[in-house]
Structure formats: C-alpha cells, structure tokens
C-alpha cells in the first residue's frame, strides 16, 4: 500500500483544521483524519490511529493536541513513521504543584461550562486566545466555534482527561531520526513559539518553520503559509524514504 498521510487534529477540532491541507497533500497520498471518539488517554489515541491506517509507513502531522498524539505514535511504533510534523504543540507532561493544579481547575472549569450551557457558549469563553487577536468576530472566528459545537460534553472531559495525564516526551525529541518538521504561529499563546525552539534544538536534524500573524489555529488562520510548510515536509520525506529504499 502507497504511503499514508495521517493528519491529527487537536482538542475539540474535526477535519475543519485540515480542510485547506487535505486537497494539497493528497497529491501525495491517501489521507486520514481520524476521530478520537470518547478515548480518554494519549496513548489509547495513538492506538486508535495506528489499528485504523493500515499502511506499514505513514507521514503524521498532528495540530496541538494532536502532536501529542502524534508522539505517542512515535513512541509506539518508530519503524511505521516515515515523518513527523508537529504543530503548535507540545511535548512536557502537566507541571507538578501549583502550575499544574491550576491548569486542571482551568480546564475543569471550561468543562462545567459546557455541560450547564451548551459548547459553543464555552466556546465563546476559551476561543479567542487560540487565535490572533485581529480574527476575532471574523467568519474564521464563527467557523472555529462551529466547529466546537459539532463536539459534545462527553468528548470535551475524555479529551481533557487525556490532557491532564499526558505523558512527557522530553526523551523521545532526541530519538527522532524521521524528517521532523515544527511548525508554529508567530503569536500562538496556547503553545507558544519558544516551546517549539526548545523541540527544535532537542531533535537532531529537524526543521522549524514560523507561520507569520497567527495565533494558535494556524493551519485555519494563515492555509496557504501552512499548506507550504507541509508539503516541503511531505517531499523531504519521501526524498528520504526512496534514499532508505
């Protein structure tokens, strides 16, 4: 079977966050965006995607939560993955003490929203810090709560279940021997760009790519720049698949 290419998408994001990518990259190969159901884990994530694409190799992108799972991939399976795109992710387990008790009551308290007045008023409380300020009230800004409202409650707590015990993949940077692309809006402040220079310098032989005037949505805020991005990273990887032979 030809190469797969298997597009992860974050918290509460559905193939909307690849639309602009999948045309494009599926001159490449088939494409997948899988659907994480009610599974409550990163690691029972990447188990899901790696049982539903059956290709022996595949090229994994993955947008924020997404990149997570996509390093679960990675961990899981390293002989499968013939590249990695990580986009505005990130890659430490939650902070220990305060920090980390602070982002559980957060995100606990998003999902409390959700369940007394419906996904798309949360929404309207978390979305604007996911994207560049100058979006806000734009109909990219009401395709994103859109698309959070074709969530459910159930969906919001498994997936920040997953979140809140996410494993650190600190030591896998260094093992990653796959073309690796990092890929991050300029103003992101969910994952911000100085966490992906850290990626960057801890994976030998990757590339870090800028998405000017985006926040945290990039592949939905700036298409064209990102659609760029992963194609040079779908080429360099097949350029060193057909080296491997």
């Avoid at 993955?81 to 559980?104: P, S, W």
């Avoid at 926040?215 to 990887?237: I, K, N």
Wanted: charged share 25%; aromatic share 4%.
């Amino acid at each position: 079977m030809a190469m797969q290419i298997v597009l992860l998408p974050g918290l509460l994001c559905d193939k909307a966050v690849w639309a602009d990518q999948l045309s494009a990259l599926g001159e490449y190969g088939e494409c997948h965006v899988p659907d994480y159901g009610l599974r409550d884990s990163i690691g029972a994530m990447a188990d899901h995607v790696l049982a539903s694409v059956p290709a022996a190799r595949l090229l994994v992108a993955g947008h924020s939560m997404g990149g997570r799972v996509a390093l679960e991939v990675m961990r899981r399976a390293p002989q499968r993955v013939a590249g990695l795109a990580l986009l505005d992710t990130g890659y430490e387990a939650r902070a220990t003490g305060a920090a980390g008790d602070a982002e559980r009551a957060k995100r606990l308290a998003l999902l409390e929203l959700a369940r007394a007045e419906g996904m798309r008023a949360m929404g309207e409380q978390w979305a604007p810090g996911m994207m560049h300020p100058d979006r806000l009230g734009s109909d990219l800004y009401r395709s994103i709560l859109d698309m959070i409202e074709r969530s459910t409650p159930d969906k919001f707590a498994a997936q920040i279940d997953a979140l809140l015990n996410r494993p650190d993949a600190s030591a896998l940077l260094a093992e990653i021997r796959c073309p690796a692309m990092l890929v991050c809006g300029s103003e992101d402040r969910w994952s911000p760009l100085a966490r992906h220079q850290e990626m960057h310098a801890q994976m030998p032989g990757s590339r870090l790519r800028a998405i000017e005037h985006s926040g945290h949505m990039a592949t939905m805020e700036r298409p064209a720049e990102v659609t760029t991005v992963l194609v040079e990273w779908v080429q360099w990887s097949l350029e060193q698949e057909a080296a491997r032979g």
